[in-house]
């Protein structure tokens, strides 16, 4: 049976078995199926296969009491990835073999991280780590600076209405578009966020599209009921240095605050994504088999469809905007299940909110890639003409 093979190696601390839980959390809430995904140490290495995607986990040590190297220059040699998690010190507590790896500086706020990154290069969330700060200028510039800076320093690529437009690019239309391609949307819920024809607007789109919105709402003013998918996060006077929360340019969250409200982002990615990716797939499931078609969900999440000559369709739903890589990694999935006899695969997906510019570069693409794409509005037309 293929395996999806996590593998922990090292000097093995308490928090393993909080990451390993949280590993399992995040797998059932993306539905996936538990049997495809193994977990090995390194006195159940003999069932490790080779050929099989893994990605491993390396425990520094503080006093640099380095164990299992054997194991990880094996593993490394087979091309597997590697992240070395140290505490202090990455050049005392990480073996040399691995100087190379880029580490993870321990702390209780990266286990989400941990996990998210597991699940990233199998491949079973997208790699590309996209949060939309929503906000009003005049009441919350300060905040909306502090925490795009410390989201962009954990490695997520975040709109900033401010700092993410380039000059003569259409700012609405490019707002809708990052919109539409975000993970997360982080809203700074003050007083008089509604009052903003703009954000209230944001907020609309943002049902529309089901992405999950995290409300730090400021002291004193209450959760908005006015999203679809919300996790409301209260502040308080004491969130802020020095309790200073109603000043536009000066007022900060504390490090504390600021940690947990990105923990809360890395948290909510997947439930948020799987979410997402429910809808497409209820929606093309519901249009196929309205014309008849012999369409099934598989438990790798993608859609395969039945046709002439023991031939299958395959169908993966892409969250956001579709990218070559997106294709490239479609291609090689339609070579590794050949036990399917695939004869075509698609990626479909939702175009509302897409700029023109880009839907004309993925229909250009259609013309010459081995993977096309479908968008949602087309699904009907599509559907009955093939």
């Keep these: ?17 909080s990451v390993i839980s949280l590993y399992y959390e995040k797998i059932e809430e993306l539905k996936l199926q538990k049997e495809f995904y193994e977990i090995y140490f390194k006195d159940s290495l003999n069932s490790y296969k080779g ?16 164990v299992d190297l054997p194991e990880i220059e094996n593993l490394l040699n087979e091309g597997n990835i ?25 702390s209780d706020y990266d286990q989400d991280k941990i996990v998210n990154l597991i699940l990233e290069s199998f491949g079973k969330l997208r790699s590309s780590r996209k949060v939309f700060i929503s906000y009003k200028r005049n009441e919350s510039t300060s905040v909306a600076i502090q925490l795009y800076e410390t989201l962009e320093k954990n490695n997520f690529d975040v709109f900033l209405d401010t700092h993410s437009i380039k000059q003569g690019e259409p700012f609405q239309d490019e707002l809708w578009h990052r919109m539409t391609d975000c993970d997360v949307i982080l809203l700074l819920n003050t007083p008089r966020f509604l009052e903003s024809e703009w954000c209230e607007k944001e907020i609309a789109e943002a049902s529309v599209k089901q992405i999950g919105i995290i409300q730090a709402i400021w002291p004193n003013h209450r959760l908005e009921r006015m999203a679809e998918v919300c996790y409301p996060y209260q502040l308080l006077n004491s969130n802020f240095e020095n309790g200073i929360y109603d000043n536009k340019n000066t007022s900060k969250l504390n490090d504390e605050t600021v940690n947990n409200l990105v ?12 979410s997402r990716q429910d809808n497409l797939i209820t929606e093309f499931l519901n249009t196929a088999r309205k014309y008849g078609k012999k369409v099934n969900i598989q438990p790798e999440r993608f859609i395969t469809e039945e046709i002439e000559g023991n031939k299958r369709r395959i169908f993966i739903p892409s969250v956001g905007i579709p990218q070559s890589f997106d294709c490239n990694t479609s291609s090689k999935l339609k070579k590794e299940i050949s036990e399917y006899s695939v004869k075509e695969v698609y990626l479909i997906y939702d175009d509302i909110r897409i700029r023109e510019k880009w839907l004309n570069h993925l229909s250009y693409l259609n013309e010459y890639l081995d993977v096309k794409t479908i968008k949602k509005q087309e699904f009907d037309i599509w559907l009955q003409k093939n």
Excluded: C, H, W
Aim: charged letters at 15%; a positive charge.
């Design 1 to 17: 049976m293929f395996k999806y093979q996590l593998i922990i190696l090292g000097t093995i601390k308490p928090f393993v078995e």
């Design 51 to 66: 050929n099989q995607p893994a990605f491993i986990l390396y425990i520094g040590n503080e006093n640099g009491d380095f």
């Design 82 to 106: 590697v992240l070395p998690i140290f505490f202090n010190s990455f050049g005392i507590e990480i073996p040399k073999i691995l100087s190379n790896q880029n580490g993870l500086k321990y």
């Design 263 to 274: 923990k809360q982002v890395e948290s909510i990615r997947a439930r948020n994504l799987a």
